[in-house]
């Protein structure tokens, strides 16, 4: 059994109450921090640990922290980013409905390291049921004196506020999050400068994911060093990773950062394999990552075994790597057609671009409609170097990085699976049945393409 | 002062510039480098945090600056990018660039109806301006084009929101320069629109200043719509004195004979105008009488408004005038520069 950091004690009953969260260890946190330690030891234990933003980007969490702006008068906030609207993560979710506590306490720990006295969860709409629980937590963090006016006594206040977003995928983004949680549109803003000067009310503001915010728990109890000991490299701790899919066993999985992909995606403990059929590809991280074939998810264009690590998944760049993103794990099995599963996300980023910046809310628009065409059977030999060009021009040029991830699946896709969407073109016919690649699988012509 | 290389041309500009007032500094003080300027579509000097939504002023950053040489990774909005000491930019020189900026232009033209034979902004239409610049003759955009209705929002302002660009230009002048914002952006992404939400809601001293700030014919006057093409008007410049509280009255009068068709503000070499005007001037004062023309005013003469020669003096009517004397002509100083 691998070792479990976050999960240690989610299965065991009444860890949702802060009873039975403080009877096993809940809290410790809170008191060794206030009581024995400076708000700068906390970021050097944070500094030290090398956790790293586990939103996605995978920013080194002490080094935002520490950029974090400190003009006398002026108050600084923490956000907590539980927008978790990445499609094919679930993660974040989880944890908050079995132990919220572990939340609420990492939130305190945090905020005394940076020295914010009011601290924000920002939720989206969908987990409505998700937000009664953390404010459930919170009426009990507070009534038993681990939230309000000078905790411990330590002379250290601290209010949590829940605000429920409306859906909208954007109002992840971290400016876009602020926009929306001081009541206006959320739009991205344009950086810099950064949350980390100027943030919420134009005051410096730290945002992380719930996962990051969660690991601040074990990393101030045990020490920085003794988590960095968990993972691979600069690849520190552990993930929670949401595996979905055509695997056996879907599911929210806290894994050690370093594990061999084909351990995670073939093992019982994991994934448990494919369901049925052979696997055909992976998206590892989330919707917005590069998709790679199977072969390439298990090891990388060198021919070494591939690990769930931050570098080792990125290991080849776009050409042959993709990311660890989010932790949204989902794998194809052979009866899935990558084009249609490229049109459903550029469906999504279309709906879901803020219409901010030119490119991504033409170009997010142009894909969807060219992918439909080309999945429908109504498509051309040049849709697909169209399509490419069209990501090419969304990418990297717009406000935030939507874009982005738009961009990368449908030129991830057409990178490696290009023989299937020329199928698309030459076997119209045949595609305009949705379960095309059910009912005959395709056989793959020739070895994946590079561009 | 920083130092900032923009195209090979060096300039040193106040601490807190952008790239892009930079390389208006350079064109200012040259004319000849008015190449190196990036187009602007949504960027508006008067505006404060206007910018950074049209993507059309991308420059890349080959060198940040002296102390940290390292070039910045991703294009960057020249508009709202502050330069650096020893900064090196390319606009026209990197052919990446180019490819990135034509690729936006594209973008903003796929939704665009391209209605130029109908629309009133012909001719003084940044847009149009851009496209002859960066775009290309056809379109690779085969689907529907998303369209609106046109509508009007106050008594005096046609919206036609197929034609925007969402440049937010007009929300910004709505909330800095009038007394209150009521209309703005609603929706999202490629369904996103400019909207009052209730039509003929704006109502304002200063509103008519959204007309002149949009770059393309999304916001059109009311009162000159369909009155003429603008290449057949004749600009003067002309003043009066103005009770109205911040508007100086400095105008520009679209003339046909002596018929006032139109007011609008006086548009600088970059399109934007010197000040913002009332709309008691804008819309209440057509009348010659009322004005005191100070003389024709000065479009670039790339401009098709320019063509129709209204700053020559004519003393007598153009079908009964002499056969033009070019050697004369030659050496007249206004006529030089052409």
């Known amino acids: 059994m691998a070792r479990k950091i976050l999960f240690e004690h989610i299965d065991k009953p009444g860890i949702r109450g802060l009873e039975g969260y403080r009877a096993h260890g809940g809290y410790r946190s809170v008191e060794k921090a206030l009581r024995t330690m400076a708000p700068e030891a906390v970021v050097e234990e944070v500094k030290k640990s090398g956790l790293r933003g586990r939103g996605g980007a995978g920013f080194p969490t002490g080094m935002k922290w520490s950029f974090l702006a400190k003009p006398e008068g002026v108050p600084r906030y923490l956000v907590v980013n539980a927008d978790e609207s990445e499609p094919g993560t679930f993660k974040d979710r989880y944890l908050m409905e079995r132990i919220p506590h572990l939340l609420i306490e990492g939130m305190v720990t945090s905020s005394f390291a940076l020295g914010a006295n009011t601290a924000f969860i920002y939720i989206r709409g969908e987990y409505f049921h998700v937000a009664r629980i953390l404010e459930q937590a919170i009426g009990e963090a507070r009534a038993a004196g681990w939230l309000g006016r000078n905790i411990l006594g330590s002379g250290f206040d601290l209010d949590i506020h829940v605000q429920v977003g409306a859906g909208a995928y954007i109002c992840g983004e971290e400016t876009a999050l602020l926009e929306s949680l001081e009541g206006k549109r959320g739009n991205p803003r344009l950086k810099p400068p950064f949350p980390a000067v100027k943030g919420l009310y134009q005051c410096p503001t730290v945002v992380n994911n719930v996962e990051t915010i969660a690991a601040v728990v074990p990393i101030v109890n045990d020490g920085g060093e003794e988590y960095a000991k968990v993972g691979v490299g600069r690849s520190t701790g552990t993930k929670l990773i949401s595996a979905g899919g055509n695997i056996k066993r879907p599911g929210v999985y806290e894994i050690e950062l370093g594990l061999p992909c084909d351990e995670f995606i073939n093992s019982d403990e994991y994934c448990g394999g494919v369901d049925g059929r052979a696997f055909k590809a992976v998206v590892p991280g989330g919707s917005s990552v590069p998709i790679v074939p199977y072969e390439l998810f298990l090891r990388t264009a060198k021919g070494e075994p591939r690990l769930m690590s931050y570098e080792s998944l990125s290991d080849g760049g776009f050409v042959s790597g993709t990311m660890l993103g989010s932790g949204g794990f989902y794998a194809y099995n052979d009866a899935q057609c990558i084009v249609r599963s490229t049109w459903n996300h550029a469906r999504f980023y279309h709906h879901e671009s803020c219409g901010q910046c030119s490119p991504c809310r033409e170009g997010t628009g142009w894909l969807d409609k060219v992918l439909e065409r080309l999945e429908l059977g109504e498509g051309r030999a040049e849709d697909i170097d169209l399509l490419w060009d069209i990501q090419r021009k969304i990418e990297g040029n717009t406000i935030c990085p939507l874009g982005d991830a738009a961009a990368w699946p449908v030129a991830s896709a057409i990178r490696h699976f290009r023989d299937e969407f020329e199928y698309h073109v030459t076997h119209r016919e045949k595609v305009k049945d949705p379960r095309h690649f059910a009912r005959e699988p395709f056989r793959r012509t020739a070895r994946p393409q590079t561009v | ?338």
């Open chain 2, 1 to 338: 002062m920083p130092k900032v290389t923009i195209d090979g041309i060096t300039i040193e500009v106040p601490e807190g510039t952008t790239i892009l007032q930079a390389a208006r500094m350079i064109g200012e003080r040259n004319k000849a480098d008015r190449y190196v300027v990036p187009p602007a579509m949504c960027y508006y000097s008067k505006l404060e945090t206007s910018g950074g939504y049209c993507r059309t002023c991308l420059v890349k950053v080959p060198k940040g600056s002296d102390k940290d040489p390292r070039p910045m990774p991703k294009p960057v909005p020249s508009c709202r990018t502050t330069v650096m000491d020893g900064m090196e930019v390319a606009n026209t020189t990197d052919p990446t660039l180019i490819d990135a900026r034509n690729g936006v232009v594209e973008m903003l033209l796929i939704n665009h109806p391209l209605d130029c034979p109908i629309c009133d902004q012909a001719g003084e239409c940044h847009l149009q301006d851009l496209s002859y610049e960066n775009g290309t003759a056809a379109s690779r955009y085969e689907f529907e084009r998303r369209t609106f209705e046109p509508i009007d929002i106050g008594d005096t302002i046609k919206l036609h929101m197929t034609r925007c660009i969402l440049c937010y230009r007009c929300v910004k002048v709505a909330e800095q320069i009038t007394d209150g914002r009521v209309h703005g952006v609603i929706n999202r992404g490629d369904a996103a629109e400019i909207s009052t939400y209730i039509e003929q809601a704006i109502d304002n001293d200063f509103s008519g200043n959204m007309i002149d700030v949009c770059p393309v014919g999304a916001l059109t006057d009311r009162t000159f719509r369909f009155a003429s093409r603008v290449w057949f008007t004749k600009p003067m410049d002309a003043h009066r004195d103005c009770e109205t509280p911040g508007c100086d009255g400095k105008v520009v009068l679209w003339l046909k004979g002596d018929e006032v068709l139109r007011v609008t503000g006086r548009k600088d070499q970059w399109g934007e105008v010197e000040s913002f005007i009332c709309n008691t001037c804008r819309y209440d004062r057509k009348d010659l009488a009322a004005w005191t023309v100070e003389g024709p005013r000065n479009v670039d003469r790339h401009s098709v408004i320019s063509q129709g020669h209204y700053h020559l003096k004519r003393t007598q009517p153009l079908l009964t005038a002499p056969a033009p004397n070019v050697p004369e002509l030659a050496k007249r100083k206004d006529l030089k520069d052409r």
